[in-house]
């Protein structure tokens, strides 16, 4: 599994494990012997994400994955398109490969939504949930399935022929990047894209899999998401950044009906407020972990 304690706090180990025949890249904080934490990113984002945050967490063993997929992490394999309840198959896997029977949960935004899902499968191996501007997968009727499924598949068939076009360099790719996700920093688009692009011939490219830009083969419907949200026993810590995406208030409301034991805080800040502004949401974070007698002390 690797060296899993780092030689400084403030610095993070690299790591490598072998998940279901594939490569899991993660970067590792803290001291094994400290209560450990899975820490998930977002869609197309990389473990850095938490590289402002996990520093201002010594108390915990904080392991933040690159996805299969994402960052250093390998790919699925030629054909294999990236089923959404597929994350959590992968989740289990890399707990497993840890060696964690219980454990703590983090997630951002597309991470949030496998954090939930896993959660609500294995209620009784998850101590704390933190969703970091993020409360469950994207969901749809079901009478949108078929064309969805149609949509997809065209789609999929298309990438895998396709090779990616570079951009000249990564500054270019992280104002871009700045322009589309919601108060992103570009000083945070910088830092995700410095493990989130690679040199090619010609410029930079993504290392994430292209099929990742596929449209969802198939969505859950909201029912089947406050079914596993209803599962979740621990208590919940909900971040939101106020200047982030744009939610339904009344889908957010019935999210939030459904767990038993969640805090939500709203603060002043992107999607990636994590990211861009962590010393905001440290403390809410160890808060979360200390209260009850729970895993921070």
Not at 33 to 57: E, I, R, T, Y
Not at 73 to 101: F, K, N, Q, R
Not at 175 to 196: C, D, F, N
């Amino acid at each position: 599994m690797g060296d899993y304690i780092p030689k400084h706090m403030s610095e993070p180990t690299e790591t490598t494990l072998e998940v279901r025949g594939r490569k899991v890249a993660a970067r590792v904080w803290g001291q094994a012997s400290a209560p450990p934490v899975l820490a998930m990113h977002g869609w197309l984002d990389n473990a850095v994400s938490f590289d402002a945050l996990a520093p201002l967490l010594p108390e915990l063993h904080l392991v933040a994955v690159d996805l299969p997929g994402h960052g250093l992490s390998d790919h699925h394999p030629p054909g294999a398109p990236y089923h959404y309840v597929d994350w959590i198959t992968d989740v289990t896997a890399i707990v497993d490969a840890l060696g964690w029977d219980r454990f703590s949960i983090m997630g951002h935004s597309m991470g949030a939504g496998i954090a939930c899902l896993f959660t609500g499968t294995f209620p009784k191996r998850v101590e704390r949930l933190v969703l970091l501007d993020g409360l469950g997968p994207l969901t749809e009727e079901p009478d949108n399935a078929p064309e969805r499924l149609a949509t997809g598949i065209r789609r999929l068939l298309m990438t895998d022929d396709k090779t990616p076009k570079p951009l000249p360099d990564r500054e270019l790719a992280a104002k871009k990047m700045v322009e589309v996700v919601p108060g992103l920093t570009l000083a945070s688009a910088r830092l995700l894209l410095a493990r989130g692009m690679k040199d090619v011939p010609g410029g930079v490219v993504w290392r994430a899999d292209p099929r990742l830009r596929v449209p969802s083969l198939f969505r859950l419907t909201q029912p089947h998401v406050h079914a596993f949200l209803r599962r979740i026993e621990c208590p919940v810590l909900l971040v939101w950044g106020q200047d982030g995406y744009r939610f339904d208030r009344s889908w957010v409301q019935g999210q939030l009906d459904c767990l038993a034991n969640a805090k939500v805080v709203g603060l002043r800040g992107g999607h990636h407020v994590h990211l861009d502004d962590a010393a905001s949401v440290a403390p809410h974070v160890r808060e979360h972990f200390s209260v009850g007698g729970g895993a921070v002390n």
